[in-house]
């Protein structure tokens, strides 16, 4: 490629009138890649900080890796010897805690109303793990308030010794229920017999506090019980569903759990938070696949615009492609120098994409936010006006939905980079054709009637 190909092609780029200012095809071409660009930076940004977001819920509030027998508990069995089990975990180098729990499923009567939960029993020699505790915002003695990691000893007690157990707040608040009021428990009493199958067991308990995980699934769906009363309910005796494990670097997560796996034996099971939510994260990552795929289709359709520019700029230029042939020009330079044009189209496009890509996914909250306030002054502007009664504000990412505050987005730099080669590359490619097209023009056909 030399230097009067490169000035040939970067000329072709603008106006015949002005020599200051795109062509109207080609300023079209270069829009199109851009908005292709910058639609797929922002939207894969959006939907891999909604991805993190959900992860980081779910590994905050959830056990890092699970220990559970191989057989299931399901069939009655359960985990006995788990304080034994609890011991060699903690030799684990990497493990932060390692707590014995049951979980199981359940059915809640609340006044007139049933609905299904879930069960869970934690806690032991009168002690609530961290990991716990850290999302209880409010007990009976108001002793707890957001960002205060400590009960009264007076809670604790009730939590181990009587028949008490903590609700979610979206739970409480859906169902009206204030500290101090009960709920009833229907869950699978015993071990799985032939004959009779499994007894089912229903318990009042007191609700002595609210905890706030800031997960849907978990805030309007679980009970937390001490891990004796949940011994006691579900009639298992002193055994457990499975040990929680939280370890300090949730990156390591495969790694520790096949060294613990290692460690118990083939009659233990574990697990990553990761393996035990596979569908969760599956879905995720599939719809991101597919709107990848289709949002790449823009880009692809600006390799069309682009041939169809190129190709029309061919035809503009068949005198000038002529006189270049004519003055000794190669077919090779006349291909490069419309390759080179639908290249500086895609490399223009791809700049402006990433760039405002970039800005706009760093500072999508604020965005959202502004646009928020502008709708609703021009709205709140024109209820007044016409005198059209109270103007409701809008909200468009509620988090009673969504259950995220604000739009969380996370800029991956190595998608940013293939986006903007993929882009590039399509560019150039739509504009072989066209060049090929222009190379095999002959000079004397082109300036024959000029």
Request: with cysteine; net charge positive.
């Amino acid at each position: 490629m030399s230097l009067y190909e490169l000035f040939i092609g970067f000329r072709y780029l603008k106006s015949k009138k002005s020599q200051g200012i795109v062509s109207t095809n080609t300023f079209l071409s270069i829009l199109i890649v851009f908005l292709g660009v910058f639609i797929l930076i922002v939207v894969l940004s959006v939907m891999n900080g909604f991805q993190a977001a959900i992860k980081d819920k779910i590994l905050d509030v959830d056990s890092h890796v699970t220990v559970q027998n191989m057989y299931g508990p399901g069939e009655g069995l359960g985990i006995r010897n788990y304080e034994a089990l609890v011991k060699k975990i903690k030799t684990v180098e990497e493990v932060r805690s390692a707590d014995p729990y049951i979980m199981s499923q359940g059915l809640v009567r609340i006044g007139s109303s049933i609905s299904p939960v879930m069960v869970r029993g934690i806690g032991r020699h009168g002690v609530i793990p961290g990991d716990v505790s850290k999302f209880i915002v409010k007990d009976k003695d108001n002793f707890t308030k957001k960002g205060v990691r400590r009960l009264s000893d007076k809670t604790k007690a009730e939590f181990f010794n009587t028949p008490t157990a903590f609700i979610g707040q979206e739970m409480a608040t859906n169902n009206n229920i204030i500290i101090g009021d009960y709920i009833e428990l229907i869950v699978p009493k015993g071990a799985l017999t032939v004959r009779t199958g499994l007894t089912p067991g229903m318990e009042q308990f007191r609700v002595i506090g609210f905890f706030k995980t800031e997960y849907y699934d978990y805030d309007t769906k679980l009970v937390i019980l001490s891990l004796p009363q949940a011994q006691r309910l579900f009639e298992i005796g002193d055994a457990v569903t499975g040990i929680g494990i939280k370890i300090r670097d949730v990156y390591r997560a495969t790694r520790v759990s096949e060294r613990i796996n290692a460690l118990l034996g083939y009659e233990y099971l574990t697990m990553t938070a990761e393996e035990k939510n596979r569908n969760l994260f599956y879905a995720l990552q599939l719809e991101k696949l597919i709107m990848m795929i289709i949002l790449f289709l823009v880009i692809v359709s600006a390799g069309f615009t682009i041939m169809g520019t190129l190709v029309m700029v061919v035809m503009e230029k068949r005198k000038a492609v002529g006189i270049l042939k004519s003055m000794g020009a190669k077919p090779n330079s006349i291909m490069v120098i419309f390759v080179l044009e639908g290249f500086f189209i895609g490399i223009i496009g791809s700049f402006l994409g990433v760039v405002c890509g970039i800005a706009a996914a760093l500072n999508l909250d604020a965005i959202i936010r502004w646009v928020e306030d502008a709708i609703n002054g021009i709205m709140g502007s024109i209820y007044a006006l016409f005198n059209m009664g109270l103007y409701a504000k809008i909200n468009l990412v509620p988090s009673h939905v969504y259950y995220i505050e604000g739009i969380p987005t996370e800029v991956n730099p190595e998608l940013v980079v293939f986006i903007a080669i993929i882009a590039v590359f399509l560019c150039t490619v739509a504009a072989i054709f066209p060049a090929w097209s222009a190379s095999r023009l002959q000079p004397v056909e082109t300036i024959r009637y000029e």
